[in-house]
């Protein structure tokens, strides 16, 4: 039996970027029309923390929370997990994610209210899940059946997530933010095993609100 040390994470992967990527075009097959309500509940989303109207914390809080528990179920649970094991554990943490948001929407823990640079740079991280990540398939040369949609699939859920949390305030804040960030090294670890064009991406978007963190810590 070969060493644990002569693996790469190649020896890991239990299936084939073309089943992968499948994975998402029958997802999109049996969803379709409800990306136009998710992209349109993430637009809602936006529009209120831009206006920041009283009470709207509430709102944006029970929408994330409905559209994390969907993917959570609908997409890690029921599909993805069919091909990897570990997305079993991981699917659970997404329905955590739905509870801990719902919780502090109820109670009043989240406030957007944020003007300084971390919080438009969160609106900025909230746009390209709502709207540049979809356009990834074509880009690299896959259907637009293949497109991964913010509030269908987890990675754009997680990247727009994130966005709109730096640019909220609240006292237990942080509590929302490990799932999104360690899902999305997951996904981008994924995505670099398989030799994926955009597996720097995710990556990418954890270095940016780490950034932004660092830039609300300092005051900016």
Known sequence: MSEWWTYRLEDFLLFSPRVYRRMFELHNVAFWPLHLATLAAGLAIVLLVLRRLQNHGLWIAFILAVLWAFVGGSFLWSRYAS???????????????ALLLGFLGAVG??????????????LLLAVIGLFAYPLLAPLFGRPWTG??????????????TLGIL?????????????IPLLWLLFSGLTLHTMGDPQGWLPFSVVGTALAGLVLRRLGR
């Open 83 to 97: 091909i990897n094991w570990a997305v079993a554990y991981v699917a659970p943490a997404f329905g955590l994610q």
């Open 109 to 122: 823990g989240l406030a957007f209210d944020r003007k300084d640079i971390a919080g438009r740079l969160g």
């Open 166 to 178: 730096l640019a909220a305030s609240g006292r237990f804040m942080a509590l929302l933010l490990p």
């Open 147 to 160: 497109a991964e949609a913010f509030g269908i699939a987890p990675d754009p859920t997680a990247i727009a």
